[in-house]
């Protein structure tokens, strides 16, 4: 599949996390019209889910970097378990059955209405999440989901040797303050 091939080429020229979902969200875009791509990364030890990058076509991110809430607040937990992706074509239905819900809220602030959501693991555990998303109410059909396996089984590497990039600087520089 050339547009894989094409995902893979520009991935391969990256390093850090939010160049590579950036290059993704406007493959993605331009591909398949979506409207934002997020990345959550899971803390094991603190049984939270933390957002680490997000981009919308706006610009007008509203659940961005640092957004944390713990596994059990969440619909995310069961796909911790199952490792299988998962399609919610009606946020806005999905809010009012859970009007607590701040990261539900944020997304319907930045207008988004469905979203394929696709674990990322190494081996046997999830260490983090992709989040396609669109402003569209029942966007995403099962081609979008067979597609964006393809890309996370691509990409699942370069986000993982990005994440460790990123941490490693972290690492780095904190180490000259």
Known sequence: NRFIEDIKEVLLKVYVVEDAVDALFNLLKDRIGI????????????????????????????????????????????????????????????????????????????????????????????????FLSSRQKDFFTINHLHLAEKIVYEIKGLLNRAYFTKVVFSKITSGFS
């Open 35 to 130: 409207d934002r791509v997020g990345l959550a990364f899971i803390d094991y030890s603190r049984e939270m889910i933390i957002a680490e990058y997000g981009v919308i076509s706006d610009n007008n991110i509203k659940l961005g970097p640092g957004f944390e809430v713990p596994f059990v607040r969440t619909s995310l937990y069961d796909l911790i378990e199952s490792k299988k992706p998962m399609i919610n074509n009606n946020l806005e239905n999905e809010f009012e059955k859970r009007p607590k819900s701040s990261s539900l809220y944020l997304l319907s602030q930045e207008g988004i209405k469905s979203n394929l959501i696709l674990p990322l693991t190494m081996g046997n555990t999830a260490f983090g999440f992709l």
